[in-house]
T-cell receptor, first 113, second 108 residues
C-alpha cells in the first residue's frame, strides 16, 4: 500500500532563517506531488505541484521554492522565512491522471517567530 | 470566485441527528469529487469519493449534481466522534482543489 511521510511535525524558526521540509511517498511510482499551506481557519492553498522529477509548477509567488530531486521526494524550501510564512504545511500525492483522490502527509506546523 | 465553496458553519447538532453539507464548484470540467474529514490540527483524510450515481458508506451518503455543480454529504445518526471539519475536493487537470471546509460539532 502507498504511504506518505512528511517531517518534521512541528517547527519553530526565527525570522530570516532557512527552511527545508521533506516529503517522501512509498508504494507508488511517478506520483503527482503537491505542497499546500493551510492558515488558521482557512482553506488549503496550493503552493507547488509536480508531475515528474525536476518539474515544478508554482501557484503563488512568494519566498518559498520546491524541488523534486527524486521520483518520490518533494522538498519545500525557503532561504529566509517571514512571519507570514507561519502555517500548516501539507504534502500530498495523487496517482497520475489527476482524476483520483489526493492523500496527505501528517503536515508540518511551522511557527515563525 | 473561489473554485470550490462551502458554508464554513459551524453546524451544531445533537447526537442522533441527520446533517447535510453542500459544496459548489465552478469548474464544469471537474471530473472527480471527494469528501475529506479533517480533525483539529491534523491532515485531511479521504472520507469518500463521490460518484455520479451517488454512493453510500454506512451512515454517510454522497451525491453529485453535475447540472447544478454541487456535491453533498449526508450524515445520519450523528455521533460525537463525527465532530470535525469536512472538506470537499475536486480533481482533474492534475490539481486537486478544496473548499475551506464545513465545521461540524455534535453535542450530547
Amino acid at each position: 500500500s502507498q504511504t506518505i511521510h512528511q517531517w518534521p511535525a512541528t517547527l519553530v524558526q526565527p525570522v530570516g532563517s532557512p527552511l527545508s521540509l521533506e516529503c517522501t511517498v512509498e508504494g507508488t511510482s511517478n506520483p503527482n506531488l503537491y505542497w499546500y499551506r493551510q492558515a488558521a481557519g482557512r482553506g488549503l492553498q496550493l503552493l507547488f505541484y509536480s508531475v515528474g522529477i525536476g518539474q515544478i509548477s508554482s501557484e503563488v509567488p512568494q519566498n518559498l521554492s520546491a524541488s523534486r530531486p527524486q521520483d518520490r521526494q518533494f522538498i519545500l524550501s525557503s532561504k529566509k522565512l517571514l512571519l507570514s510564512d507561519s502555517g500548516f504545511y501539507l504534502c500530498a500525492w495523487s496517482a497520475q491522471g489527476g482524476t483520483v483522490a489526493a492523500f496527505f502527509g501528517q503536515g508540518t506546523r511551522l511557527t515563525v517567530v | 470566485r473561489k473554485e470550490v465553496e462551502q458554508d464554513p458553519g459551524p453546524f451544531n447538532v445533537p447526537e442522533g441527528a441527520t446533517v447535510a453539507f453542500n459544496c459548489t464548484y465552478s469548474n464544469s470540467a471537474s471530473q472527480s469529487f471527494f469528501w475529506y474529514r479533517q480533525d483539529c490540527r491534523k491532515e485531511p483524510k479521504l472520507l469518500m469519493s463521490v460518484y455520479s450515481s451517488g454512493n453510500e458508506d454506512g451512515r454517510f451518503t454522497a451525491q453529485l449534481n453535475r447540472a447544478s455543480q454541487y456535491i453533498s454529504l449526508l450524515i445520519r445518526d450523528s455521533k460525537l466522534s463525527d465532530s470535525a471539519t469536512y472538506l470537499c475536493g475536486t480533481g482533474g487537470s492534475y490539481i486537486p482543489t478544496f473548499g475551506r471546509g464545513t465545521s461540524l460539532i455534535v453535542h450530547p
